[in-house]
């Protein structure tokens, strides 16, 4: 299988001829000539792709921010566990103090109560 490259390149001419005489025409319609219409033209192609690259980094942004903000509100909720559990260690050796304490005060009097009786 053998490429004609003639008819490639008359094709390659026809075509490129046909894109610059788009590009005249598009610049004539702002009053200038062909160079004004290849920019316009490139503008009108390479403008929504940086447009959609400022957004999308935008987004990156934002999500880096909430992921942020997430995480800070992991280590407070966990600092608060870890209080609430510190507090609720605290009471249960109070209670366990109290109720030593109490049985304590219980066994005196049983003990008292029986000495005075005998």
Avoid at 67 to 86: F, H, N, P, S, V
Avoid at 95 to 104: F, G, N, P, S, V
């Amino acid at each position: 299988m053998r490429l004609d490259t003639k008819a490639i390149n008359k094709f390659a001419d026809i075509k490129g001829n046909q894109v610059m005489d788009a590009m005249e025409a598009i610049g004539c319609i702002f009053g200038r000539g062909k160079n004004t219409g290849i920019i316009i033209s490139l503008s009108v192609a390479v403008f929504p792709i940086i447009g959609f690259a400022i957004w999308e980094e935008a987004q990156k942004g934002e999500q880096k921010e909430k992921d942020r903000l997430y995480q800070e509100a992991i280590l407070r909720q966990d600092g608060e566990i870890k209080a609430l559990k510190t507090r609720a260690d605290i009471c249960n050796e109070r209670q366990t103090y109290y109720k030593e304490m109490l049985d304590a005060l219980l066994n005196s009097r049983r003990e008292n109560g029986s000495d005075g009786q005998v």
